[in-house]
């Protein structure tokens, strides 16, 4: 998951692949609470690993559940048979919604029944969230719930402490019109005051976002409760009604984030299909019918049991005008794509965009406009204007996001503009509340022309502090790290293990050289998590020692071995860009690098820098010796016959004997973000990620 304050994303061309959905939010904390409140254990599969599901266990654990986790995406939870474990606790539950009504509403049933008083509370946006109408619901119940802040909304305090008894002969009215989740939430509640006489619930206005109703009754279901439903303005709680255990049950692969993956899909000129696995056509998830919309605007889809295939239909996309009720979170992927239709497209009936993690109708239209489209918004109902398929009219953008996952998924769409400009999503690490590896994933099915995949080059003699300064740009930038220097010296411990001298006389031999520029050009390594792994063995530590990289020094001065690395080295230009450092970048491996940095320090900086790494390795080195070397690398660097070091003509030099790190890396960023098209386009608060 990427932790930046931005995410450049390059112009995507292309995308097909194969990609693996995680597990519906909706239904991993609606399952995770049936399962603490059933008798028996129940074994929960292909649980969604997110900030969502990770409060729930948390507030789970915290109430006296007993939880196993059995694989990062398997538990296996103890149910509470309807019991109280705790008489008390306070639940932190983020900007779940998921969470947090059906939550209170459970312990609002069961606090007041068994005794107990707890707290909810959230982030500040989460305090922002109506959560009035379940409330009202609750006190008819003669529920015990009090506001810890502001009227109608959370943080909520639930059960006096002392038990009472609950009023169910008459109907609940709950509203529907303002959030499903609290019917969902009574849904799930009441079941456990129903054992004498059922308990209808009435609802009051249209019900919006039916699906996830019915996702709510399809699981009360497989746990042993069967709700009577008339229309959807009656429900009819069953009296005996008891949660029992279904032993194992599997979590759906989340349709609503199949859609960024279907718009891909139909988005991208490509002979390949998207393939989508996880869910299918037959999914209980309503955003699965987001399928039918593509389809409507041109998308050409394949189903299978649990797979989708997708790839690009007619085009330009056909214009739509919809009813999103059904489909309330994947519609706003709709909105996204609704940029390369062939006319304005209408989005109605999404008043529930307006109390979710922002008011998504305001954020989109705002950042919709920030690509340079024409929007209009309503109270429930938004309308697209599409920009040019000539690439006129769209504009570079840092695309806010809100602390909302789905503004910054449905963001990344806008790569695939046809004016082939770079797209900034800031606060890129708010998708881990339902997607945590979605950037990651997304690289695997799209691609971009390597020439708009941006490099950084920093290149400079030797011991100047260049990997140190790569690996801190990346770090920030969320690029991979290219270290050359790491390359010639893993082909130096290569070459070691082999029993190959390296020594300088071994070196005159050509045919000592030609297997060396061999083993370059067929080289199994690769950066993994800040190590560095040679077939399967972690060697980052083995190449640190100064037999290697003296080793590595005199290999490097090899046309064959420079000829081999070659091709490797330019196959780490991968999405979303890179930072490469050694002593070539620029002038040689990415000539076409829009940031070249050739970064110095006096010899005799370099040399006590090298001398403090090595005491601080336990190592022993004469501060002496080491500039004497440090001297003679230069000059065998400076003179070599190929590749030698020099500044490239379009280089900035940044000296940093007098620089600290963060210094330097401050430094570079500035120059990175004067190159960059974002920071005219969106201020310089959205540049620096604010």
Same mark, same amino acid.
Not at 360 to 374: F, N, S, V, Y
């Given at each position: 998951?990427?932790r930046?304050a931005?995410?450049?994303i390059?112009?995507?061309?292309?995308?097909?692949?194969?990609v693996?959905l995680?597990?519906?939010?909706s239904i991993?904390?609606?399952?995770?609470?049936?399962?603490?409140?059933?008798?028996?254990e129940?074994?929960?599969?292909?649980?969604?690993?997110?900030?969502?599901?990770?409060?729930?266990? *948390?507030?789970?654990?915290a109430?006296?559940?007993?939880?196993?986790?059995?694989?990062?995406?398997t538990?296996r939870?103890?149910?509470?048979?309807?019991r109280?474990?705790?008489?008390?606790?306070?639940?932190?539950?983020?900007n779940?919604?998921t969470?947090?009504r059906?939550?209170?509403?459970?312990l609002?049933?069961l606090?007041?029944?068994?005794?107990?008083?707890f707290?909810?509370?959230?982030?500040?946006?989460?305090?922002?969230?109506?959560?009035?109408?379940?409330?009202?619901a609750?006190?008819?119940?003669?529920?015990?719930?009090?506001?810890?802040g502001r009227e109608?909304?959370?943080?909520?305090a639930?059960?006096s402490?002392?038990?009472?008894?609950l009023?169910?002969a008459?109907?609940?009215?709950?509203?529907?019109?303002?959030? %499903?989740?609290?019917?969902?939430?009574l849904?799930?509640a009441?079941?456990?005051a129903a054992?004498t006489?059922?308990?209808v619930?009435?609802?009051?206005g249209?019900?919006?976002?039916k699906?996830?109703?019915?996702?709510?009754?399809r699981?009360? *279901?497989?746990f042993?409760?069967a #709700?009577?439903?008339?229309?959807?303005t009656?429900?009819?709680?069953?009296?005996?009604?008891?949660?029992?255990?279904?032993?194992?049950?599997?979590?759906?692969?989340?349709?609503?984030?199949?859609?960024y993956?279907?718009?891909?899909?139909?988005?991208?000129?490509?002979d390949?299909?998207?393939?989508?696995e996880?869910?299918?056509?037959a999914?209980?998830?309503?955003?699965?019918?987001f399928?039918?919309?593509?389809?409507?605007?041109?998308?050409?889809?394949?189903?299978?049991?649990?797979?989708?295939?997708?790839?690009r239909?007619?085009?330009?996309l056909?214009?739509?005008?919809?009813d999103?009720?059904?489909?309330?979170?994947?519609?706003?992927t709709?909105?996204?794509?609704?940029?390369?239709?062939?006319?304005?497209s209408?989005?109605?009936?999404?008043?529930?965009?307006?109390?979710?993690e922002t008011?998504?109708?305001?954020?989109?239209?705002?950042?919709?406009r920030?690509l340079g489209?024409?929007?209009e918004?309503?109270?429930?109902?938004?309308?697209?204007?599409?920009?040019?398929?000539?690439?006129r009219?769209w504009?570079?953008?840092?695309?806010?996001?809100?602390?909302?996952?789905?503004?910054?998924?449905?963001?990344s769409?806008?790569?695939?503009?046809?004016?082939?400009?770079p797209?900034?999503?800031?606060d890129p690490q708010c998708v881990a509340k339902?997607?945590?590896d979605?950037?990651?994933?997304?690289?695997? #099915?799209?691609?971009a022309?390597a020439?708009?995949?941006p490099?950084i080059?920093?290149?400079?003699?030797?011991?100047s502090?260049?990997?140190?300064?790569?690996?801190?740009?990346a770090?920030?930038?969320?690029?991979?790290?290219?270290d050359?220097?790491a390359?010639y010296r893993v082909l130096?411990?290569a070459?070691?293990?082999?029993?190959l001298?390296?020594?300088?006389?071994?070196?005159?031999?050509p045919?000592?050289?030609?297997?060396?520029?061999?083993m370059?050009?067929?080289?199994?390594?690769r950066?993994?998590?800040g190590h560095?792994?040679?077939?399967d063995?972690?060697?980052?530590?083995?190449?640190?020692?100064?037999?290697v990289g003296?080793?590595?020094?005199?290999i490097?001065?090899?046309?064959?071995?420079?000829?081999?690395?070659?091709?490797?080295?330019?196959?780490f230009?991968?999405?979303p860009?890179l930072v490469?450092?050694?002593r070539?970048?620029?002038t040689?491996?990415?000539?076409?690098?829009?940031?070249?940095?050739?970064?110095?320090?006096?010899?005799?900086?370099?040399?006590?820098?090298?001398?403090?790494?090595l005491?601080?390795?336990?190592e022993?080195?004469?501060?002496?010796s080491?500039?004497?070397?440090?001297?003679?690398?230069?000059?065998r660097?400076? %003179?070599r016959?190929?590749?030698?070091?020099?500044?490239a003509?379009?280089?900035?030099?940044?000296?940093?004997?007098?620089?600290?790190?963060?210094?330097?890396? *401050?430094t570079?960023?500035?120059?990175w973000?004067q190159?960059?098209?974002?920071?005219?386009?969106?201020?310089?608060?959205?540049? *620096?990620?604010?």
């Amino acid at each position: 998951m990427y932790r930046t304050a931005f995410l450049d994303i390059p112009p995507l061309r292309r995308a097909a692949g194969r990609v693996r959905l995680p597990g519906s939010k909706s239904i991993s904390n609606r399952v995770l609470l049936l399962a603490a409140l059933c008798e028996g254990e129940t074994t929960i599969e292909d649980l969604l690993d997110s900030d969502d599901t990770r409060v729930m266990l *948390q507030a789970l654990a915290a109430l006296g559940c007993e939880l196993q986790p059995l694989d990062p995406t398997t538990v296996r939870v103890r149910g509470l048979a309807g019991r109280l474990a705790v008489p008390s606790a306070r639940l932190f539950l983020g900007n779940a919604g998921t969470a947090m009504r059906p939550l209170t509403a459970a312990l609002a049933v069961l606090a007041t029944r068994q005794g107990g008083r707890f707290e909810l509370c959230g982030v500040a946006r989460m305090h922002e969230r109506p959560i009035g109408d379940l409330v009202d619901a609750l006190r008819q119940l003669g529920a015990a719930v009090q506001y810890l802040g502001r009227e109608g909304y959370p943080p909520l305090a639930v059960g006096s402490g002392a038990p009472a008894g609950l009023h169910t002969a008459a109907p609940i009215r709950v509203r529907g019109d303002v959030s %499903s989740q609290f019917l969902t939430a009574l849904l799930l509640a009441l079941p456990l005051a129903a054992q004498t006489h059922a308990i209808v619930i009435e609802v009051v206005g249209e019900l919006i976002s039916k699906p996830y109703v019915d996702i709510t009754l399809r699981l009360l *279901q497989r746990f042993g409760v069967a #709700v009577e439903r008339e229309e959807w303005t009656r429900f009819v709680i069953p009296a005996g009604a008891r949660y029992r255990s279904p032993g194992r049950i599997a979590v759906e692969g989340d349709a609503s984030s199949a859609s960024y993956f279907i718009a891909a899909g139909a988005l991208a000129a490509s002979d390949a299909a998207v393939t989508i696995e996880g869910v299918g056509l037959a999914s209980i998830q309503g955003d699965i019918r987001f399928a039918d919309a593509a389809q409507a605007m041109g998308a050409h889809i394949e189903a299978e049991a649990n797979r989708l295939h997708v790839r690009r239909g007619r085009w330009p996309l056909r214009t739509l005008d919809l009813d999103c009720n059904h489909i309330p979170d994947a519609a706003m992927t709709l909105a996204v794509m609704a940029l390369y239709a062939d006319g304005p497209s209408t989005l109605r009936n999404i008043g529930s965009w307006r109390v979710k993690e922002t008011d998504r109708i305001a954020a989109m239209a705002h950042e919709l406009r920030q690509l340079g489209a024409t929007v209009e918004e309503g109270p429930d109902w938004l309308r697209v204007h599409p920009l040019g398929l000539d690439g006129r009219g769209w504009r570079a953008a840092a695309l806010r996001t809100y602390d909302d996952h789905r503004m910054a998924m449905c963001g990344s769409l806008a790569a695939f503009n046809p004016a082939h400009l770079p797209v900034r999503i800031l606060d890129p690490q708010c998708v881990a509340k339902t997607f945590p590896d979605y950037f990651e994933t997304l690289w695997t #099915v799209v691609e971009a022309d390597a020439a708009d995949i941006p490099v950084i080059c920093i290149d400079g003699p030797t011991a100047s502090g260049k990997g140190t300064l790569a690996a801190a740009l990346a770090e920030r930038l969320g690029y991979h790290v290219l270290d050359s220097g790491a390359l010639y010296r893993v082909l130096a411990l290569a070459a070691q293990r082999a029993g190959l001298a390296t020594d300088e006389a071994a070196l005159l031999d050509p045919e000592v050289a030609q297997r060396l520029g061999a083993m370059a050009a067929a080289l199994p390594v690769r950066f993994d998590g800040g190590h560095l792994w040679l077939d399967d063995g972690d060697v980052t530590q083995a190449v640190r020692a100064e037999a290697v990289g003296m080793a590595a020094s005199r290999i490097s001065a090899l046309p064959a071995v420079r000829t081999g690395l070659l091709a490797l080295q330019r196959r780490f230009r991968r999405l979303p860009g890179l930072v490469a450092d050694g002593r070539d970048m620029g002038t040689v491996v990415f000539p076409d690098a829009p940031l070249k940095v050739f970064l110095t320090a006096s010899a005799a900086t370099r040399a006590r820098r090298r001398h403090e790494q090595l005491r601080a390795r336990g190592e022993n080195a004469m501060i002496d010796s080491l500039l004497a070397d440090i001297e003679a690398r230069d000059a065998r660097d400076r %003179s070599r016959a190929v590749a030698p070091l020099a500044m490239a003509e379009d280089a900035l030099p940044l000296d940093n004997s007098d620089q600290s790190i963060e210094e330097s890396v *401050q430094t570079v960023l500035g120059w990175w973000q004067q190159r960059r098209p974002f920071a005219a386009a969106s201020g310089p608060d959205a540049a *620096q990620g604010r």
